[in-house]
């Protein structure tokens, strides 16, 4: 059983920027392809960033690309999610998922096994 921890949220100016931690315990972090979703109120969950292999292949919602970088430390278990031009839109509660066989690419919520319990990401006008 894979457990997943997420910080380093909070209360950012438009402009600005925040990097969000997801440490993973009870598995070989590794192996496991990591995503970055978020879901503002009222709105279904969606994929930010995924990566599969440290150094390997990034993938990005359009939303995002050019603004976030995904990156992974595998000697720390830790998954970051630098987030930088934070816009007002950005405001969401951002969730890490592992998934045991993917490759990082898989965007939807259902595609993943395991979740943290999410930190608030807040961007103010």
């Known amino acids: 059983q894979v457990q997943l921890v997420e910080s380093g949220g909070g209360l950012v100016q438009a402009g600005g920027s925040l990097r969000l931690s997801c440490a993973a315990s009870?598995?070989?972090?590794?192996?496991?392809?990591m995503g970055w979703f978020r879901q503002a109120p009222g709105k279904e969950r969606e994929f930010v960033a995924g990566?599969?292999?440290?150094?390997?292949?990034?993938y990005y919602s359009d939303s995002v690309k050019g603004r976030f970088t995904i990156s992974r430390d595998d000697a720390k278990n830790t998954v970051y999610l630098q987030m930088n031009s934070l816009k007002p839109e950005d405001t969401a509660v951002y969730y890490c998922a592992a998934d045991t066989y993917g490759l990082g690419s898989q965007r939807r919520p259902s595609e993943y096994e395991y979740w943290g319990q999410g930190t608030q990401v807040t961007v103010s006008s």
């Open positions: 990566n599969r292999w440290s150094g390997g292949n990034t």
């Open positions: 009870g598995g070989i972090f590794s192996s496991y392809a």
